[in-house]
Each structure stands twice: as C-alpha cells, then as structure tokens.
C-alpha cells in the first residue's frame, strides 16, 4: 500500500512540475513580446491554472516527504529548492522573462535533485542530464496542455487574439520538434545507466514500466506531429485573419492538444513509476 501511495505522490509531484514549468517555458519561449494582450486576455486562466497544480505539486510533496523522508544532501536541497519555487508561482506575466525562465527551471531542477540520478557516487553530470529531460519534457508535455486550457479558449472568444495565438503555437511547435531530440538522446543516457541489459525489459518491473512509458510516447509523439505537419501550415490562415477558418484551426488544436495532455498525464504517470521501482542496476547489486 505504501509503494502505492508512494507512486501517487511522486505521480502528483512530476505531473504538477510539468505543467507549471511548462505554462512558463511556453510563456518565456513561445511568445513575441506583441502578445502581451492575448496574455492579459487570459490572465484568469492564467492564475487558475498555476493555483491548481501549485496546491497539487505542495500536497504530493508533503505526502511524499512523510513516505520517503529524503536521504541524502541533494534531496534536501531539492526540497528547499521546490519550497522557494512555489513561494514564486504566482509570478505575472508581465515580469521579466528571465525571471519566469528561472522559476520553470528552478521547478524541473527541485524533481532532479531528488531523482535516482541524484543518488548515484558521480550524481552530477547524470541530474543535469535529468534536469535537461525533464525541463524538454516540461516544455512539450505540460506546454500542450497550457496552450490548449490556458491560451486558446480566451482567444476564440476574442478573434483578435487568434493571429498571436497562431504565432505562439506555430513557435511552440518548433521547439517541441527539437525537444523530442533533447528528449531522446538524454532518455537513451539515463535507461542506459539503470538498464544493463536488454532482457531486462521483458523481465523486470522496471524494464516493463520502461517499455510502457515508451509505449505511450508513440501516440504523443504522433499528435505532435500532427500539430507540426498539418496545423502549423494552417498557422498562416491565423496570421491572414480569415476568421472562420481560425476558429476552426483553433478549435481543432484545442481538441487534438487536450488529447495529447491526457496522454501526457498517463506518459508522465509511467515515468514517475521508474522513480519508484528498483531499476535492474540495483536489483543486480
């Protein structure tokens, strides 16, 4: 039951980093310095969204800190460093972009400094390689869900807004399309790391949560292509100001975005199991 509630918490604990940290990235990232409008247009969103997972990712600390009190100097650190992010949280929009950049990164930094990488004899070149993982992962997976629950409901009741509104997905895009790199090359360092051999994919917890976290990145990964390949070409249609066929753009990306979300949710679910689970290098000690 433990190992269970465990699996919760730390479920609670990195889907709530992705999705603030990701909201953050999207803003400091994706977004012309000309949005500022379409920002304010959702500024209730905005602080309804960072409310929600800012409470989330404080209740899933504190449940996991009560089921594994940290062990090590690194843990420490990464709670300390979590507790200062979330004093943070509510930063507006309007302030400077590095200091929005800083607190995104700040989030995905206090995950990684309690990671299993974290707890390794040379932890820090393998966190910082989780560090990169999980921030790519922020901007991809929890950026999709902010674009589509945050962004683009406020626009399609303002059509002024949809020609940024496509400027900032079609940006978003971009930078997803070379996060799945990022993503893949640190994923392949860090599985190798706790992976020793192939059969242990088939053969242990581990491995199989490996495989089903892979399992779920293909249906993502499909929808991102699909935003890169089919809407972001319509994204010129948004800048023409052809209202009709905007809206249809922008409804049609809130129902494909939100669906590549909740696969997230279910990716990162996986991903946080691989954190709680022996990995095959500990079991072979």
């Not at 820090?124 to 869900?145: M, Q, R």
Request: with cysteine; hydrophobic share 55%; net charge positive.
């Amino acid at each position: 039951m433990s190992s269970l509630a465990l699996l919760a918490a730390r479920s609670v604990v990195v889907v709530a980093v992705c999705a603030l940290a990701g909201g953050l990235l999207v803003e400091n990232l994706a977004t012309p310095v000309q949005a500022a409008d379409m920002w304010r247009a959702a500024a209730s969103r905005r602080r309804r969204w960072l409310r929600l997972w800012a409470i989330a990712l404080a209740l899933g600390s504190l449940v996991e800190r009560v089921l594994q009190p940290p062990s090590y100097l690194q843990a420490e650190l990464g709670l300390v460093a979590r507790l200062l992010a979330l004093m943070a949280v509510g930063i507006s929009p309007d302030s400077p972009r590095w200091s929005r950049m800083g607190l995104a990164l700040l989030l995905t930094a206090s995950r990684s400094l309690q990671s299993r990488s974290a707890q390794l004899p040379d932890w820090l070149l393998p966190t910082v390689a989780d560090w990169l993982h999980l921030s790519f992962s922020a901007l991809w997976l929890g950026g999709v869900g902010y674009l589509a629950v945050v962004a683009t409901p406020p626009a399609l009741r303002a059509p002024q807004h949809l020609p940024m509104l496509g400027r900032v997905v079609e940006r978003f895009s971009t930078l997803a399309v070379a996060g799945v790199l990022v993503l893949g090359i640190t994923g392949i360092a860090q599985s190798a790391g706790f992976v020793v051999e192939p059969r242990a994919l088939v053969t242990t917890d581990y491995g199989r949560a490996l495989l089903l976290k892979l399992a779920l990145s293909l249906p993502v990964l499909a929808l991102g292509a699909f935003h890169h390949l089919v809407i972001r070409p319509r994204l010129n249609v948004w800048h023409r100001r052809f209202e009709s066929a905007a809206h249809e753009a922008a409804r049609r990306f809130v129902t494909t975005a939100s669906a590549e979300a909740l696969l997230a949710v279910a990716l990162l679910i996986a991903a946080a199991a691989l954190t709680v689970l022996p990995a095959v290098s500990e079991l072979n000690r």
